[in-house]
């Protein structure tokens, strides 16, 4: 059962465009969701997250959209740059003993085209 | 220091040995994580130690057994594992109530 779901695998945009990847999610009891970048061989490195009571939060580049009706977040970013080009993954956590613990969504490979 | 340091960086083992894989961390966060990820798949979760107690393990098999020694350590000691063990075994750190988590670059584990 994938609580997260990203149904995109790849994505290619042109430099200076705005890149744009999704993601889906079933839990309504998740408290953050996150989003991560990861290049090969390296582990994932934080981008942005949005608490589940907020719908938009913005950090220089990206932009993370929440629409909690639909359970849907989006992550954008513009002006996308050749060196954006990685592996994005959707996370959600969610209090658990005391604990945060994490889901991961499948990722989504960008492509930003120079 | 923003790091999470793990070693070694890649690790070949037959199905009968004991091997351990180590995370560092020296950011003074709380909260330290496992995870495993196979190819083209997300990470998941495995265990998780909050204050140097462990407060989450995912029904992983006993063949993998964590260890905290202190709050800036976590080890994974590995037994009698199978092939389908191989993966990138990811450690990671977090400073509650701040939600981010910060990866270390894994250890490419194969199983023979």
């Known amino acids: 059962d994938q609580q997260v779901k990203q149904n995109s695998p790849s994505l290619s945009v042109q430099e200076g465009r705005i890149s744009i990847l999704n993601c889906d999610y079933t839990?309504?009891?998740?408290?953050?969701f996150l989003w991560y970048k990861k290049y090969p061989a390296e582990g994932p490195t934080f981008l942005i997250s949005i608490s589940s009571i907020k719908d938009k939060n913005e950090d220089g580049r990206f932009t993370v959209f929440l629409n909690k009706s639909a359970k849907h977040l989006s992550l954008h970013i513009v002006p996308s740059q050749p060196g954006d080009s990685a592996v994005y993954f959707c996370a959600a956590s969610q209090l658990y003993s005391g604990t945060y613990k994490y889901i991961f969504g499948t990722g989504t490979r960008l492509k930003v085209l120079a | 220091d923003t790091e999470v340091t793990q070693t070694p960086k890649h690790l070949v083992m037959g199905m009968t040995n004991k091997k351990s894989l180590k995370c560092e961390q020296h950011m003074g966060h709380r909260a330290m994580y496992w995870y495993k990820q196979k190819a083209k798949k997300p990470p998941e979760l495995m265990f998780v130690?909050?204050?140097?107690?462990?407060?989450i393990n995912e029904s992983v098999p006993s063949r993998f057994s964590p260890e905290c020694p202190n709050s800036s350590l976590l080890n994974l000691h590995l037994h009698a594992l199978q092939p389908e063990d191989s993966a990138l075994y990811l450690c990671?750190?977090?400073?509650?109530?701040?939600?981010?988590?910060?990866f270390g670059p894994g250890t490419r584990l194969t199983v023979l």
């Open positions: 990671a750190s977090s400073q509650p109530p701040r939600n981010e988590q910060f």
């Open positions: 839990n309504s009891m998740f408290d953050y």
């Open positions: 130690y909050s204050y140097e107690k462990l407060s």
